[in-house]
Nanobody
Framework: QVQLVESGGGLVQPGGSLRLSCAAS????????MGWYRQAPGKERELVAT???????NYADSMKGRFTISRDNGKNTVYLQMNSLKPEDTAVYYC???????????????WGQGTLVTVSS
């Protein structure tokens, strides 16, 4: 089984920055895409950004230019650098990955437990 553990959330003032990390552990043969999603209070979970194992990235329009996703394949870790944060960025941020545990096994979707980001003065 593959587990994802996020870290780096917290309280930040508007205009500030935070860097989230998500490390995958467990029985890992291969991880294809990794990404970040977020869910604000009373809202649906939404895409923030994704990155493939070939480092192709995809961003939600509202995050382009402010957020940067990256990954370290050797460490099975994905990062989200968030700059120019706004109060509306307040949400629980979830890490997501598609991982295979064995050669020939299917890639299964895995979610982390989430980390809270609060943007407030």
């Amino acid at each position: 089984q593959v587990q994802l553990v996020e870290s780096g959330g917290g309280l930040v003032q508007p205009g500030g920055s935070l860097r989230l990390s998500c490390a995958a552990s467990g029985r890992i043969f291969s991880i294809s895409s990794m990404g970040w999603y977020r869910q604000a209070p009373g809202k649906e979970r939404e895409l923030v950004a994704t990155i493939t194992n070939g480092f192709n990235t995809n961003y939600a329009d509202s995050m382009k230019g402010r957020f940067t996703i990256s990954r370290d394949n050797g460490k099975n870790t994905v990062y989200l650098q968030m700059n120019s944060l706004k109060p509306e960025d307040t949400a629980v941020y979830y890490c997501n990955a598609h991982a295979a545990s064995y050669l020939g096994s299917r890639f299964l979707e895995v979610w982390g437990q989430g980390t809270l980001v609060t943007v407030s003065s």
